[in-house]
């Protein structure tokens, strides 16, 4: 790749663990959507996760007093039935469809009616949420916005969505770097040395949201989440439309 890849990777790492560290999601959305500009789906998958795993992992050890562990372990046991049952498909997405499944999945949450969404705090719901967002996060390459839906509804503050979405998240970059990497020959990084300074990136740019982040009131961070995650999916869905025209 020539200088220029580099840096716009490089900023957009920045920029997208930036928004992420602010509001637990977005940011994945436009760090896998240029990705796949320069790469294979499987091989921007791969490094999507592992860079998201730096961004969330860190921001997961910023917020740990604030994470609801119960949560997470059941979160997780989902994860891992949804990882077995998707492996055992072995699908591996073109960009036209994670391109579109990335620009709609936000409309198709807006549409659902508000009384009809999940609570992370009722009984099983954790598990289903692990489930389905594996399942979405495989077939789409972010589920960071489907696993919210499940926190909309519940009276937890901002910090504790943050914080228990990052370790959530965390543990599922984990399973989809896992995925597609199990695939013979279909992910091919290099060269590996440019994972050490996409780390530091990463770390920098979840460092700088904390800054952000506790300026912010609760109705300030769900008002400017939906409105950034909308735009994001309007640019997906234009992206997608034009790869399936031009073949």
């Known amino acids: 790749m020539t200088l220029a890849a580099y840096a716009l990777i490089g900023v957009t790492i920045v920029g997208s663990s930036f928004v992420s560290g602010i509001f637990g999601m977005a940011g994945g959305m436009i760090l896998l959507g240029v990705l796949l500009t320069l790469y294979d789906v499987a091989t921007a998958m791969v490094l999507f996760s592992i860079i998201q795993f ?5 921001r997961a050890t910023m917020w740990r007093a604030h994470v609801r562990w119960p ?4 979160y997780a046991g989902g994860a891992l039935l949804a990882f077995a049952a998707m492996r055992l498909v072995a699908f ?19 549409m659902l009616p508000k009384n009809w969404r999940p609570n992370i705090e ?23 916005l489907f696993l919210d839906m499940f926190f ?6 901002r ?35 440019a994972l050490a300074p996409a780390f530091l990136l990463s770390i920098a740019g979840t460092s700088l949201a904390v800054l952000v982040l506790e ?18 999916g309007v640019v997906y869905l234009a992206r997608g439309s034009a790869l399936v025209i031009g073949g």
């Open 54 to 58: 730096a961004a969330n992992g860190w």
């Open 159 to 193: 910090k504790t969505t943050v914080a228990t979405k990052a370790v959530s998240q965390t543990f599922s970059h984990v399973l989809r770097a896992t995925y597609f990497a199990s695939f013979a020959g279909a992910a091919r990084i290099d060269p590996l040395w």
């Open 71 to 74: 949560i997470f372990w059941w």
């Open 215 to 232: 300026r912010m009131t609760d109705h300030g961070f769900r008002k400017w989440t939906r409105w950034i995650i909308l735009a994001i």
């Open 152 to 157: 909309q509804k519940s009276m937890i503050d």
């Open 92 to 110: 591996i997405p073109d960009k036209a469809t994670v391109y579109l499944a990335l620009g709609i999945m936000p409309f198709l949450v807006e």
């Open 122 to 144: 009722w009984r099983g719901m954790p598990f289903l949420a692990g489930l389905l967002t594996t399942i979405v996060q495989l077939l789409s390459g972010v589920g960071g």
